[in-house]
């Protein structure tokens, strides 16, 4: 067996091929994550220990510092014209114009309380009356808001879903009633009452690699030339890491031999959480399998540069999680994504 030099650095800590310490692997990779996914890593206590505690709870409502995130009964939030920002309801309007209005409180973050509001369709005609208001989805958001706002607009309108979906207890179909300042239904079922809480839907999205090429998609009904990484919901009785390797295989025939994690990112479109992955596969065998892609192929970095560049390749929009794993996978061989985008864009 060929060791290394004498006094030299054991191989545990250092890659002799190309002269790069462990340590320094691992900053360079830490730092390809540094980056928060779109919606994740909002600052906020949730005040989870005070949603039952409606003295407090109104005060907060009260406070002439909180602030309320209004929604429409379709998800939309509500923007200035002026401004590539969220408009904000103040107590005052509130209890004025529309205290007879559910709030849900979403938490404490600096130094004041943040709440939702959901108005019907008269109420949201009237509000948006009062002012130069825009309406905003939340795919918008995550390309153009600050990444608070955005957070707190995909909070607010992943609790809402969960409540407008609720009505009726699952286990006996009695009506329920939301309680918890928003974060609990209870049945009104006196013989048997439960409690149900919001759920979310888990999905994995994945990058796949094999050698110096990763393994991309492309659905039927996108635009042309985009393709992306490949995604699932996870089934019950399954782990992450199944999910992955059960989804490569259904949707590419690709076998994948092992899996990392790498971030993941709330996605209320409208209740999932994806739980992005980096994963190797066994070779590139490719055998599409029941329609559920179009396409899919292995790229090298060279492919995506020329494809970008030439346009004959699209990439996911950056406010997805399926952007942060091809933007790592290429900043890994000292490519950057966000180049690539900017001057791909077409001339004006």
Same mark, same amino acid.
């Given at each position: 067996?060929?060791? #290394?030099?004498? !006094? ?7 890659? /002799?091929?190309? +002269?790069?310490?462990? &340590? ?16 994740? +890593? ?9 949603? $039952? ?7 907060? &409502? ?11 009964? =379709? ?28 709030? @849900? ?17 008269? %109420? ?15 795919? &918008?958001? !995550? ?14 309108? !992943?609790?809402?879903? /969960? ?22 239904? %209870? ?29 991309? !998609?492309? %659905?039927?009904? /996108? ?8 995604? +699932?919901?996870?089934? #019950?009785?399954? *782990? ?11 949707? *590419? ?11 993941? %990112? ?27 892609? =179009? $396409? ?10 020329? +494809?970008?560049? *030439? ?30 985008? @900017? @001057? ?5």
């Amino acid at each position: 067996m060929r060791r #290394p030099p004498a !006094g030299a650095v054991p191989r545990s800590a250092h890659d /002799w091929s190309r +002269g790069v310490s462990v &340590e320094q692997e691992r900053d360079k990779e830490a730092a390809t994550r540094a980056r928060e996914n779109v919606f994740a +890593g909002i600052d906020i206590d949730r005040m989870s220990e005070r949603r $039952d505690d409606r003295l407090w709870v109104e005060e907060m &409502e009260r406070h002439p510092d909180t602030r309320f995130l209004v929604l429409d009964s =379709e998800g939309h939030a509500f923007a200035r014209e002026d401004a590539e920002c969220l408009l904000w309801m103040s107590p005052e309007m509130r209890a004025e114009r529309f205290g007879d209005v559910a709030s @849900t409180l979403l938490g404490l973050a600096d130094g004041r309380a943040w709440f939702a509001l959901v108005l019907d369709h008269p %109420q949201a005609d009237l509000y948006a009356s009062f002012a130069a208001h825009r309406r905003m989805s939340l795919r &918008e958001a !995550g390309l153009i808001l600050p990444a608070f706002e955005a957070g707190l607009f995909a909070y607010a309108k !992943g609790i809402t879903h /969960w409540q407008r979906q609720t009505r009726f207890c699952s286990q006996c179909g009695a009506p329920v009633l939301v309680v918890a300042s928003g974060h609990r239904a %209870q049945c009104t079922n006196p013989d048997g009452p439960h409690m149900h809480f919001p759920r979310t839907d888990a999905a994995i999205i994945v990058i796949v690699e094999q050698g110096d090429a990763c393994l991309l !998609g492309r %659905q039927r009904g /996108w635009p042309a030339g985009r393709y992306s990484t490949l995604a +699932g919901f996870i089934e #019950p009785g399954e *782990s992450l890491e199944d999910a992955v390797r059960r989804e490569v295989r259904e949707e *590419s025939g690709v076998e994948v031999v092992h899996a990392t994690y790498h971030s993941s %990112q709330p996605w209320p479109l409208p209740a999932s959480l994806m739980v992005g992955f980096t994963a190797t596969a066994r070779n590139r065998d490719i055998h599409l399998r029941d329609d559920e892609l =179009e $396409d899919a192929r292995w790229f090298t970095a060279d492919d995506i540069i020329r +494809g970008m560049r *030439s346009g004959s390749l699209g990439v996911p929009p950056p406010l997805s999680v399926s952007y942060r794993l091809i933007e790592h996978w290429l900043a890994l061989r000292g490519v950057s994504l966000d180049d690539l985008v @900017t @001057t791909s864009l077409p001339k004006r």
